[in-house]
């Protein structure tokens, strides 16, 4: 049996929903998805298994114009999107009207691989903004398919993925058939508990902070966790905390239950806050952190 498999990379603007796609395909909350911009900082491999094909799903950080170093990391994830895939979603919501930077844009028109634009989140538009939409991105990526999609309704994800596979090519395949993802346990603590700081908490933030999980025990029926909330400054790791550590625990028992809910066994999370001064801009805690490889 002929049987294929493939790297398939999802770039686009921050927020456009690349991730709730990625976690469409893949059946698996693999990605955080909130309304904030940037939450996804790392590039995620999602794998989808079939008889006769492997599909290997790369979700990216959102497009920006680096501020600080942890940004520029982040936008080195994309670049690597670029050099090993075969092929590309580019993904745009409604309204849309370009990519916040041209030089990723010109690679997106001048591929050589295939290009799928995914117009998404068309549940929020008419009939006419669609029809214009579709005409202005045929015209501004002219090597692109075009897929009118809603990532959160489901709707025409199933023709995307059909089309994916037809345009993989044959191979065996990369990864166990049984695996779900390139990424270790810890590396979904984090980014559970990184979730609930994003909804829970405004402005820097949630920009602010990084997640080392720095205990995992694995026992027949509980997993025990340790896991520190990375902050810049004083001030940050009080308003983490809250008022008698209410803020903290409310962090916590969200982020158990949905980790109980990844995992299939109970969890014993315990928290601790920690100010690492202004890790975002420092190389060394950024390669610990998996940013600057």
């Known amino acids: 049996m002929n049987h294929k498999a493939?790297?398939?990379?999802?770039?686009?603007?921050?927020?456009?929903?690349k991730s709730t796609l990625m976690n469409a395909f893949v059946g698996e909350k693999l990605s955080i998805i909130t309304s904030k911009a940037q939450t996804t900082r790392h590039r995620i491999?999602?794998?989808v298994n079939g008889e006769d094909?492997?599909?290997?799903?790369?979700?990216?950080?959102?497009?920006?114009?680096p501020a600080y170093e942890l940004q520029e990391s982040m936008m080195g994830f994309v670049k690597s999107?670029?050099?090993?895939?075969?092929?590309?979603l580019y993904m745009v919501e409604i309204g849309e009207q370009e990519l916040k930077d041209e030089a990723f844009f010109n690679k997106i028109t001048n591929s050589q691989i295939p290009v799928l634009l995914l117009l998404n989140k068309i549940d929020k538009s008419n009939q006419q903004q669609l029809e214009e939409q579709v005409q202005n991105w045929a015209e501004k990526v002219p090597n692109a398919e075009i897929f009118p999609i809603s990532a959160l309704e489901g709707f025409n994800v199933k023709e995307v993925f059909n089309r994916i596979i037809e345009l993989l090519p044959e191979s065996p395949p990369f990864y166990p058939k049984d695996q779900l993802t390139d990424k270790p346990e810890r590396?979904?603590?984090?980014e559970t508990i990184r979730e609930k700081i994003l909804f829970h908490y405004k402005k820097e933030i949630p920009y602010a902070v990084e997640v080392d999980t720095e205990e995992f025990f694995e026992e027949e029926t509980?997993?025990?966790?340790?896991?520190?909330?990375m902050v810049e400054r004083e001030t940050q790791k009080g308003i983490i905390i809250g008022h008698k550590g209410s803020a903290l625990k409310?962090?916590?028992?969200?982020?158990?239950?949905?980790?109980?809910?990844?995992?299939?066994?109970?969890?014993?999370?315990?928290?601790?806050?920690?100010?690492?001064?202004?890790?975002?801009?420092?190389?060394?805690?950024l390669r610990r952190f998996g940013y600057n490889n």
């Not at 028992?253 to 100010?275: M, P």
Request: hydrophobic residues 45%.
């Open 45 to 47: 491999l999602g794998i």
């Open 222 to 229: 509980i997993i025990r966790v340790r896991s520190v909330i």
């Open 6 to 17: 493939g790297f398939v990379n999802i770039i686009g603007n921050p927020n456009v929903g």
């Open 81 to 88: 999107a670029f050099e090993d895939a075969d092929v590309l």
């Open 53 to 65: 094909f492997q599909v290997v799903l790369s979700d990216t950080p959102g497009i920006i114009k």
């Open 250 to 285: 409310r962090v916590g028992v969200e982020a158990r239950k949905d980790l109980e809910t990844f995992f299939g066994k109970q969890i014993h999370l315990e928290l601790y806050v920690k100010v690492n001064k202004n890790w975002r801009s420092n190389q060394n805690q």
């Open 187 to 190: 590396f979904f603590i984090n």
